[in-house]
């Protein structure tokens, strides 16, 4: 990278062991739009959703959708977090840690969560229970193949190949070259996005979404090289060439994000403008840069804050992974007493909320501290500590898509 940085980094000693106030809020909200996208939108518009077959009779929500049909975006916020985070948290650990990290912090939620998933879906979804098992069976493995016992399981392979590439650097011991490694990805990413908007191959937005070019990093490639790029420039300073690099991936996102306007809006029978998730997105970065920014003064100043809004940061994982389930059978259930749409919708939210906050602060310790003792018995309360003493959690929330 370029020698003349622009703005000054901020010390890493004050930024070390410190709860990313700003991050945790931007999760939380990212998680809320897509409790909104399936609860409120996919439930009525779409019924081959899981949400509408948990549901039973549809619940419209019309008022709602110029927001509820844009909430898919929060999967393109959640893949830039992603890119900060594990770009943070592997830069303190070596390749085993790491990798040891990785598996406490998925593993314990898929597998509860899964679980329950998998019981609810026996007794509310219509399929066999051969199909269902068959279903349970790839989620625990986290097959990369879809389907999963729940369509959000998608993005987690996704997740996995990015944590992939970036093990493969630490082993190689040369980390340093994480920021060029995965610039380089999100510019081929964004060049790939750029010639489908330029329609010279009427057809390459369509592969360039399909499970192997995610799985590749090909369609996404440009979030996550945006959080990287931040990362680099919170700890490094923002160079000229780093600015680039962020300008160029912005770029990158936005048409991406164009395209998934246009095939949700196709899917749902809505308006493809991207406009809305356009808009969403240029503030969640803009917030996303604040929140670094300020993250020092805010925990100094808000200590008590901070550990509470690192408690909704920490639950959604667990949410992302439960909300379509435990929200839509909320719904149906509070439909059901006759309850009006809107406190059918709300507590549909609560119930989710509630549920996901009781696994994070409950349940996921007790499995991850039994997973530990297997997987590292050697090195008693290192992995764990290093897991937790990160300023956020590094797994991104996505939303389910069709295409996946």
Request: glycine content about 8%; some cysteine.
């Amino acid at each position: 990278m370029s020698p003349v940085s622009l703005h000054a980094a901020p010390p890493a000693q004050a930024q070390a062991s410190r709860p990313l106030i700003g991050l945790d809020l931007l999760r939380f909200g990212a998680a809320a739009l897509v409790m909104v996208f399936h609860l409120a939108c996919t439930e009525w518009l779409d019924p081959s959703s899981e949400a509408a077959a948990l549901v039973g009779t549809p619940i419209p929500f019309p008022a709602l959708l110029p927001l509820s049909s844009q909430g898919w975006i929060g999967v393109q916020m959640f893949f830039v977090i992603s890119g900060y985070v594990i770009a943070y948290s592997a830069s303190q650990a070596s390749a085993s840690r790491f990798l040891v990290n990785r598996v406490l912090r998925l593993m314990p939620g898929i597998w509860f969560c899964a679980t329950l998933s998998f019981v609810l879906a026996l007794i509310f979804m219509p399929e066999p229970v051969t199909v269902l098992l068959a279903w349970y069976a790839r989620t625990l493995v986290l097959f990369p193949a879809p389907r999963w016992i729940d369509g959000v399981y998608w993005t987690l392979g996704i997740e996995i190949i990015f944590y992939g590439l970036v093990f493969a650097l630490l082993a190689l011991r040369r980390f340093d070259r994480l920021e060029s490694v995965v610039l380089a990805v999100g510019l081929a990413s964004t060049l790939m996005w750029c010639l489908a908007a330029m329609s010279v191959w009427p057809d390459l937005g369509r592969i360039i979404s399909t499970r192997i070019a995610k799985l590749i990093l090909v369609t996404h490639g440009c979030h996550f090289a945006l959080g990287v790029l931040m990362w680099s420039g919170a700890s490094r300073g923002f160079t000229r060439l780093r600015l680039l690099g962020i300008a160029a991936c912005t770029v990158g996102g936005l048409l991406q994000i164009r395209y998934d306007a246009g095939f949700a809006g196709a899917s749902l029978g809505l308006d493809r403008d991207p406009t809305t998730a356009w808009l969403l997105y240029a503030a969640f970065l803009g917030l996303f840069c604040l929140s670094i920014r300020t993250n020092v003064a805010l925990t100094d100043a808000l200590p008590a804050l901070a550990a509470k809004v690192r408690h909704l940061g920490l639950a959604t994982y667990p949410l992302y992974l439960l909300h379509t389930f435990i929200g839509a059978l909320a719904m149906r259930l509070l439909h059901d007493l006759g309850l009006p749409p809107a406190l059918c919708l709300a507590g549909g939210f609560a119930t989710a909320i509630a549920a996901a906050l009781l696994v994070s602060r409950r349940v996921e310790p007790i499995f991850r501290t039994r997973l530990k003792r297997m997987i590292a018995p050697t090195e008693p309360g290192r992995a764990t500590r290093g897991f937790a003493s990160g300023p956020i959690d590094d797994l991104a929330i996505p939303v389910r898509q069709r295409s996946s």
